[in-house]
């Protein structure tokens, strides 16, 4: 009997040490741990804590070190471009460039002398980079006439002696400038300094690529060495035959935009769009500026794929060359046959630094049909509207303005904006997730009306109260509208988000999204205040029946609870639909299908965008501390 047990048992013994071997290894992998947290045995953060916490990580490392700073040309820039596409491709986003998802454009970067540039002394030829120099940020003009070294006159060439200084490639501009700006004042049709003392040396100026022509500079201005003078100008006093011709060739950069693509197998293409490179050589990180910005197009993106936004494609846009004239926007628009794909399109510049008052700047609002209703729309939101503030750089938006596509363009308030102080710690992360809901939301807005977007004249006056409503309305109720009666009266004071949802009317039948309870009627079958606290909802989250707003799956939440973190079900009408899911007084809604539910107000906004027949997914929090999904038909 024990050579029968003893195996049985080397059996058991060796099954038990590799399912907790595996159990540990898969855990330590994430694999188990993923597991769990799928299956709810932890608790899971609301969707605005996940949207804060990965923004700060991709923040954190947009504005690393390693980048260079994020300017365009650098290493570090090239670098960043990959990180972005890495980003996209974990989001999902189908390749919308032509290597990947970079598209590369080519900018001025500076002039590089020509082969071809001549310089004769009677016939003679000099040696270019041996006996002249051409300077590279002089005009480029072509020079034959005669000349007396010594004598100058106008509209003729002039020679003058090279001030004493001791001169390298940075500061010969500043040394040379003011004396080249009085010779062409005078007349002069082009320069010529000779080195009289021999004190430089022409090997050591070869000038870097990047050297531009200074706009002031009207004619060409060269340097001819102590032995060329010596040899061919200083004992001559007749007149001399003198040809130069200066030649440079345009040296040209490379850059990069990052595009990726949600496709939805739309005919028209919403396209969002940030600058991702560092525009200010003073900025210290540019991360509220514009690294925030990208953190947030991600995040954004994420909740594009939802199933309530199949309406458009949608280009998700990491432009760069901002700061030389907006190279990236144009290469972009410039690709043939791309703006007529184009529905409309929305710049997100410096939401990082959005204030404690909601504040968020709009322009463009007149260059589309749909866009003023789409805010009024959303004038009960978190966010207050406001008409203007343009940025101080990064006004992509206006390329495509003038390329007359409808363009939004949203940002924080900039009239006091430090760059010097534009680092990790001045993000109002909180703000920035508001931002995400916000514009996800606003998209949502304007692809729910009937009518497409058309482009509209930009210059339309548009004011602050033209998109936002600031007083509530006091209407009557219809007698078909649901209404809870009390003394046999219907109330007559309906809160603002409701009136917006009566006038808008998405139910197919009268049946309003909304029941407002004012009090609790006697005999009435809710769960109650007193019931909630029962069950261990702490005060801070309750309220008096009279803020209840009572939706049509029969869920109450208070109105006017600001706090985050979901929105708290305050009561549930026995029998209804929200008492049939197993919905309970305590519980917290964290999601609505693609959307996230920072409060109770935000979760009565977002039901707006639901029919009666459609489905959606909530995402709610029980009052033990477990996540569950439960699928709701409106």
């Given amino acids: 009997m024990k050579y029968i047990i003893m195996p049985v048992f080397k059996r058991i013994s060796l099954l038990i040490f590799l399912v907790f071997f595996s159990v540990q290894f898969s855990y330590s992998q994430g694999g188990l741990k993923s597991f769990f947290n799928k299956f709810n045995f932890k608790e899971s953060k609301t969707s605005k804590d996940i949207a804060v916490n990965q923004m700060l990580i991709d923040v954190k490392e947009l504005v690393s070190s390693k980048y260079s700073g994020r300017r365009l040309g650098t290493e570090g820039y090239k670098d960043l471009t990959f990180f972005i596409e890495r980003k996209m491709q974990h989001l999902g986003l189908v390749r919308y460039g032509t ?58 060439p002039w020679t003058l002696p090279l001030p004493q200084k001791s001169y390298t490639e940075d500061n010969l501009i500043t040394y040379l400038k003011s ?74 950069g490379e850059g990069f935009n990052v595009v990726g693509l949600i496709d939805n197998k739309a005919e028209k293409t919403v396209v969002l769009f940030t600058n991702f490179d560092q525009v200010d050589e003073e900025a210290i990180q540019g991360a509220s500026f514009n690294a925030s910005s990208v953190a947030l197009l991600f995040q954004v993106a994420d909740i594009l794929k939802g199933n309530d936004y199949k309406k458009y494609n949608y280009a998700i846009a990491a432009f760069s060359g901002s700061s030389i004239g907006n190279a990236g926007a144009k290469a972009f628009l410039s690709v043939p046959g791309i703006k007529e794909k184009i529905a409309y399109s929305i710049a997100i510049n410096g939401l990082g630094n959005i204030d404690l008052n909601n504040n968020i700047f709009v322009n463009g609002i007149g260059s589309g049909t749909v866009f003023k209703t789409s805010f009024l729309q959303l004038s009960d939101t978190l966010f207050v509207p406001k008409v203007g503030q343009e940025l101080p750089v990064g006004k992509e938006f206006k390329v ?46 304007i692809n729910k009306e009937i009518e497409d977007v058309r482009y509209n004249s930009p210059n339309l006056v548009i004011k602050d109260e033209d998109i936002r409503i600031k007083r509530p309305l006091v209407i009557s109720e219809k007698p078909n509208i649901q209404t809870q009666i009390i003394n046999n009266k219907p109330t007559v004071e309906v809160s603002e988000s409701k009136q917006i949802v009566i006038s808008k009317n998405n139910f197919k039948n009268t049946n309003n999204h909304y029941i407002r309870k004012v009090n609790t009627p006697s005999g009435d079958k809710t769960n109650d205040v007193k019931g909630m606290q029962s069950q261990g909802v702490s005060n801070a ?15 109450g939440v208070n109105e006017l609870d600001t706090q985050e973190g979901g929105a708290v079900i305050q009561s549930v009408l026995t029998d209804s639909k929200a008492s049939q899911l197993g919905l309970v007084v305590g519980d917290t809604v964290l999601q609505i299908g693609s959307f996230p539910i920072f409060n109770a107000k935000n979760y009565l906004i977002t039901l707006r965008k639901y029919k009666e027949g459609e489905r959606a997914y909530y995402k709610v929090k029980k009052a033990n501390g477990s996540t569950i999904f439960l699928d709701v038909e409106f």
């Fill in 179 to 252: 004396s080249i700006i009085n010779a062409q004042s005078r007349g002069a049709s082009t320069l010529y300094f000779y080195d009289k003392s021999g004190s430089i040396d022409f090997s050591k100026f070869k000038f870097k690529n990047d050297i531009n022509e200074d706009q002031e500079i009207s004619i060409p201005v060269w340097i001819i060495s102590q032995s060329a003078w010596e040899e061919n100008f200083k004992n001559v006093n007749s007149i001399m035959n003198i040809t130069s011709a200066p030649r440079y060739g345009t040296v040209y």
């Fill in 400 to 445: 495509f303005l003038e390329n007359q596509i409808p363009t939004l363009s949203l940002s924080s308030k900039f009239d006091t904006y430090d760059i010097k102080k534009d680092n990790l710690a001045s993000i109002n992360f909180i703000g920035l997730a508001k931002s995400v809901n916000y514009i996800t939301n606003l998209i949502n807005s």
């Fill in 541 to 555: 989250t309750l309220s008096s029946t009279t803020n209840i707003v009572t939706d049509i799956i029969g869920l």
């Fill in 99 to 156: 290597i990947g998802y970079r598209t590369p454009f080519k900018y001025p970067i500076g002039r590089r002398l020509g082969y071809d540039t001549k310089f004769y002394i009677n016939g003679k030829s000099l040696f270019i980079g041996k006996d002249v120099i051409p300077l590279p940020f002089s005009a480029a003009k072509d020079v034959d006439g005669f000349l007396i070294p010594g004598i100058n006159e106008p509209y003729s």
